[in-house]
């Protein structure tokens, strides 16, 4: 689809083709490559189909690694925006991902990932209503790191020096934000599905 761009209201989905092998790796040991794959297909499609309430009043980019962006319309549908990640450690793809939100005109941006079931409509709506009145707003999770993050303006500091995908990214998050002095709005915490022993909170 065109990529033209009206609402002041931005969400990021970052996701990944369900290629058996190389989408939820960490729970192939429990599920198989091809169970695992079929289970991010799943939260992936839940996720989107939440985003998609919001539609009319939020624009919506899907922001994808593993397969190409014809193969992402067959799967998640032609009326979503999507682009390869950029390159990059994640701090590095995020602050890509806002700035380049921003730049095209956003106000309000909320960036999640498709790992939390969850995760719905209603909070997704309780995240801008957040940023009206918030630098940050944020979602952590059981793990120690975070499902969302909103901000509306551009704070790579909160993305740098970073511990990725370990249980004090969220802490280590908190700790920069409130270094800079950032008004901060949390969520409340869920539940990532990213290894065997979260199978059981699914």
Known sequence: ??????????????????????????????????????????????????????????????????????????????DLHYHPQSVGDLGDRITHAFQSAFDRGAKFVVAIGTDCPDLDASLLTLAFQKLVTHDLVIGSATDGGYYLIGLHYPIPDLFQNITWSTSIVYQQTIAIAEKLQLSIANLPMLSDIDRPEDLEKF
């Open 1 to 78: 689809m065109t990529d033209r761009r009206s609402a002041e209201k931005h969400l990021i989905i970052f996701t990944r083709y369900p290629k058996p092998g190389k989408a939820k790796t960490r729970l192939i040991p429990a599920l198989g490559a091809a169970g695992a794959a079929a289970l991010h297909r799943q939260m992936a499609e839940h996720t989107v189909s939440q985003a998609r309430l919001l539609q009319g009043d939020v624009d919506i980019d899907v922001l994808f690694v593993g397969g190409d962006r014809a193969q992402m319309q067959d799967w998640l549908g032609h």
